[in-house]
């Protein structure tokens, strides 16, 4: 597994993989949950949530075209690239301190945890050696980022 950090500020949470490169953003908004965005070099995604309470979430590319859904109900998540991809996500531990996301073989691809520091919180994101989609490793890290702040 790879190990990458997140770096949060204000108004944004940076993927670093392990040479400290900028992988990917997440933008916040001024209200929370309005105005969320994925960048990933320079292509930005559209945030929004769906759902009872917003629990779940859909990502959408700068054409409008829906990427990505978040199905909270069921613990699922659609990829809609080339060819539709079906993920099952996880979360572990009390509080739901880690989320694990696994694809249709039941194999562990992506597992985010975190520590709370005394002003800050260190986000470990755990990746598959042979997985590299940024948008779900992005949006995974959203879902949970978003899981943590909302209670």
Known sequence: MKVFKANESSSSL????????????????FIGGLNDRIKIGNEVYMIKGTG???MGT??????????????????RVFY????????TYQHKGWLSKK???????????????????????IYTVEIDEDFNNSIIIL?????YHTGLSSG
């Open 99 to 121: 989320l694990n996301l696994y694809n249709w073989e039941d194999q562990l691809l992506v597992s985010l945890h975190h520590k709370q520091k005394f002003l800050k919180t």
């Open 80 to 87: 809609y690239g080339e060819t539709t991809e079906i993920y």
């Open 139 to 143: 949006s995974c890290l959203n879902f």
């Open 14 to 29: 940076q993927l670093l993989n392990e040479k400290q490169e900028q992988m990917g953003e997440l933008l916040f908004g």
């Open 52 to 54: 009872f309470l917003w």
């Open 58 to 75: 859909n990502i959408f590319d700068a054409s409008g075209r829906l990427v990505l859904k978040f199905d909270a109900s069921k613990s």
